[in-house]
């Protein structure tokens, strides 16, 4: 990727190299978890485990954040990635750096042809969307995780072969002082697109045929345009192709400006033809300056299984999709999420191996579902045929007109917490839980990601149970990874106080109904008759624990 920067640049932390004991032992050393890649899913994920109190080792071939020379790459962090930073203890952090912000416009030519309030449907502590630059959370992250100080956190690691086997995986890494070899129960790649650790292992990724680009300018502007998400399906100044347009941290605005696919990436990226479409989309007198310009290029990708043996792909490494939406990076912290939680109640002896596949049967089909709404967004925004043309034409001017058709203009639907289908660990399917404010019965304040916070449990939220059936299920569930919390009643419990947006937003029923919140924050089951036996059922079929293996 050729670049172009400009002052004021960004200056990014750099973290010292420090030589691994493993340099010169002829005996590999082995390690329980070891994770390879420094990007928002790898860094989340050894937050995560950290958080939990679970040592792994994070490897990556750099010693900053980011990518040299570039300026923000990933920039919008969706409410279910926000509620897991709450809970990982950074959320304050890029809640004041970054803009906040719900509400969208979407444009043909001049005109406006839909608008949208993400904020309408939320309930959550955190907001449906803050705009910020990778680097600064993935900084931010870094940080956490030293702070936890649970995580051998290895800069200039540069891995150059992986090699499986039944028990475990070995890899060998390079570093400036020479290179050494280790061996990990379970590696987990997290570096990106072109992971090379796939290609070893010759696992096809089904990368799409076509490249999708795009020239990324993020510019400071004189007088400040509105905080909003703008989009243009088919901008007037920029030949009739798609133009993003959203406020930054620094008062940086990025704006995205798609291309031809056989585009000369140099030729987009020069400062005088990133200008010329500046002053053509805000006028020949508008005043700005240049923090970066670059090209960006994408191909869909998806693997057939997010786990190989001892091996698990989290983040683009395992799928690739166009940005449309915001589900790329966001789809990757939330992979590393739902990998976290198993992975600690394996490393604690509390959940057997057959946790660990639920991983894939979960994220894939969650990968899927966004490649599908991607795809349908990037062949609305770019026609590949006539009939594709005319469809967009025929929208776009009913959606002038009639309401109804505004839905159907297709530019990105906004990211969401996927849903995940029925399974084995999963009868009845589960869906996000958001991060709602709660008080409990003394009036002091937390929510649901506080709560989640303190160890690694399933939390069952009991509607007002009474003294006998709280005792009862106490003595059931003993053994088990489950935090019992009474909503409202006098169960001796520790108490929440009822709330009825939370009993609508749980879909709980009647008194004495329970549901069972995962660790990372999903619901896995609505106990209509909660018994000891039910809740202690409920618990063992999520963690595919067995009554001897609780």
Same mark, same amino acid.
């Given at each position: 990727m050729?670049n172009?920067?400009f002052?004021p640049?960004y200056?990014?932390?750099v973290?010292p &190299?420090?030589?691994?004991?493993?340099?010169?032992?002829?005996?590999?050393?082995?390690h329980p978890? $070891?994770i390879v890649?420094?990007g928002?899913? #790898?860094?989340t994920?050894?937050c995560d485990?950290?958080?939990?109190g679970?040592?792994a080792?994070l490897?990556?071939?750099d010693d900053t954040v980011?990518?040299?020379?570039a300026?923000?790459?990933? =920039?919008?962090?969706?409410?279910?990635s926000l509620?897991?930073?709450? !809970?990982?203890?950074?959320?304050?952090r890029i809640a004041a750096?970054? =803009?906040?912000?719900?509400f969208?416009r979407?444009?043909?030519?001049?005109q406006e042809v839909y608008?949208?309030?993400?904020?309408?449907?939320?309930?959550s502590r955190?907001p449906?969307f803050? +705009?910020l630059?990778?680097?600064?959370v993935?900084? &931010?992250?870094?940080?956490r995780?030293?702070?936890?100080?649970?995580t051998?956190?290895r800069?200039?690691?540069?891995v150059?072969?992986?090699?499986?086997?039944?028990?475990g995986v070995?890899l060998?890494?390079?570093?400036?002082?020479g290179? @050494?070899? =280790?061996?990990? %129960?379970?590696?987990i790649?997290?570096t990106g697109?072109?992971s090379? =650790?796939?290609?070893q292992?010759?696992?096809?990724?089904h990368?799409?045929r076509s490249t999708d680009?795009w020239?990324i300018s993020?510019?400071r502007f004189r007088?400040?345009?509105p905080?909003? !998400?703008w989009?243009?399906?088919?901008?007037?100044f920029?030949?009739?192709?798609?133009?993003?347009?959203?406020?930054m941290? %620094?008062?940086?605005w990025r704006i995205?400006?798609?291309?031809?696919?056989?585009?000369?990436?140099?030729?987009?990226?020069?400062?005088e033809?990133a200008?010329?479409r500046l002053?053509?989309?805000? #006028?020949?007198?508008?005043?700005?300056? &240049? $923090?970066w310009?670059?090209?960006y290029?994408y !191909?869909d990708h998806?693997l057939d299984?997010f786990?190989?043996?001892r091996?698990f792909?989290?983040?683009d490494a395992?799928?690739?999709v166009?940005?449309f939406?915001a589900?790329?990076? +966001?789809?990757g912290?939330?992979?590393?999420?739902n990998?976290?939680?198993?992975?600690?109640?394996v490393?604690?002896g509390?959940?057997g191996d057959?946790?660990l596949d639920s991983?894939?049967?979960?994220?894939?089909p969650a990968?899927?579902?966004?490649?599908?709404?991607t795809?349908r967004?990037?062949?609305?925004?770019a026609?590949?045929?006539?009939a594709e043309?005319?469809?967009?034409?025929?929208?776009?001017?009913l959606a002038?007109?009639?309401p109804?058709?505004?839905a159907?203009?297709?530019?990105?639907?906004m990211? $969401?917490?996927?849903?995940y289908?029925p399974?084995?660990?999963?009868?009845?399917?589960?869906?996000?839980?958001?991060?709602?404010?709660?008080?409990?019965?003394?009036g002091?304040e937390?929510t649901l990601?506080?709560l989640l916070?303190e160890?690694t449990?399933?939390i069952?939220?009991w509607?007002a149970?009474?003294?006998?059936?709280?005792?009862a299920a106490?003595d059931?569930i003993?053994?088990?990874?489950l !935090?019992?919390?009474?909503?409202g009643?006098?169960s001796g419990?520790?108490t929440l106080q009822?709330?009825e947006r939370l009993a +609508?937003h749980l879909g709980? #029923?009647?008194?004495g109904?329970? $549901?069972?919140?995962r660790?990372?924050? @999903?619901r896995?089951?609505v106990l209509?008759?909660?018994?000891?036996e039910a809740?202690?059922s409920a618990v063992?079929?999520a963690l595919?624990?067995s009554?001897r +293996?609780?």
């Amino acid at each position: 990727m050729e670049n172009f920067a400009f002052a004021p640049a960004y200056e990014l932390p750099v973290w010292p &190299f420090t030589p691994p004991p493993e340099l010169g032992s002829t005996k590999p050393a082995r390690h329980p978890i $070891v994770i390879v890649g420094a990007g928002p899913s #790898g860094l989340t994920l050894a937050c995560d485990l950290a958080q939990r109190g679970v040592r792994a080792m994070l490897l990556d071939e750099d010693d900053t954040v980011g990518v040299r020379g570039a300026s923000s790459r990933g =920039i919008c962090y969706a409410q279910k990635s926000l509620e897991i930073f709450e !809970r990982l203890g950074i959320y304050e952090r890029i809640a004041a750096r970054g =803009i906040t912000w719900s509400f969208g416009r979407t444009f043909s030519g001049e005109q406006e042809v839909y608008n949208f309030n993400l904020q309408a449907n939320s309930v959550s502590r955190q907001p449906p969307f803050i +705009n910020l630059q990778q680097f600064y959370v993935e900084w &931010f992250l870094v940080d956490r995780i030293l702070e936890l100080g649970l995580t051998d956190l290895r800069w200039k690691n540069r891995v150059t072969r992986v090699e499986q086997f039944a028990d475990g995986v070995r890899l060998e890494v390079e570093t400036p002082a020479g290179s @050494y070899t =280790i061996e990990a %129960d379970r590696l987990i790649d997290a570096t990106g697109a072109n992971s090379a =650790i796939r290609t070893q292992l010759g696992i096809d990724a089904h990368s799409s045929r076509s490249t999708d680009r795009w020239c990324i300018s993020d510019v400071r502007f004189r007088k400040p345009l509105p905080t909003e !998400r703008w989009t243009w399906v088919d901008a007037p100044f920029n030949e009739g192709r798609g133009v993003w347009q959203h406020l930054m941290a %620094d008062g940086v605005w990025r704006i995205d400006y798609q291309m031809p696919e056989d585009c000369d990436t140099g030729y987009i990226s020069k400062p005088e033809v990133a200008g010329a479409r500046l002053r053509e989309q805000l #006028g020949p007198d508008v005043e700005f300056e &240049f $923090v970066w310009i670059g090209p960006y290029g994408y !191909r869909d990708h998806l693997l057939d299984s997010f786990r190989h043996g001892r091996v698990f792909f989290i983040g683009d490494a395992a799928h690739v999709v166009s940005p449309f939406g915001a589900r790329g990076g +966001n789809s990757g912290i939330q992979d590393a999420a739902n990998l976290g939680w198993k992975l600690a109640l394996v490393a604690q002896g509390r959940a057997g191996d057959a946790l660990l596949d639920s991983y894939d049967a979960e994220r894939q089909p969650a990968a899927k579902q966004n490649l599908q709404v991607t795809s349908r967004s990037a062949r609305f925004l770019a026609p590949r045929s006539p009939a594709e043309h005319t469809l967009r034409r025929a929208v776009v001017a009913l959606a002038a007109r009639h309401p109804f058709a505004r839905a159907l203009v297709n530019t990105g639907r906004m990211s $969401v917490a996927n849903d995940y289908p029925p399974a084995p660990l999963l009868p009845e399917g589960a869906r996000s839980v958001q991060n709602l404010p709660l008080r409990w019965a003394d009036g002091c304040e937390t929510t649901l990601m506080q709560l989640l916070a303190e160890g690694t449990e399933c939390i069952g939220l009991w509607f007002a149970p009474t003294r006998e059936q709280a005792g009862a299920a106490l003595d059931a569930i003993a053994s088990l990874p489950l !935090r019992l919390l009474a909503v409202g009643g006098d169960s001796g419990l520790p108490t929440l106080q009822a709330d009825e947006r939370l009993a +609508n937003h749980l879909g709980a #029923g009647d008194a004495g109904s329970l $549901v069972l919140v995962r660790p990372d924050a @999903y619901r896995a089951a609505v106990l209509s008759d909660a018994t000891p036996e039910a809740i202690a059922s409920a618990v063992r079929t999520a963690l595919a624990a067995s009554e001897r +293996n609780p």
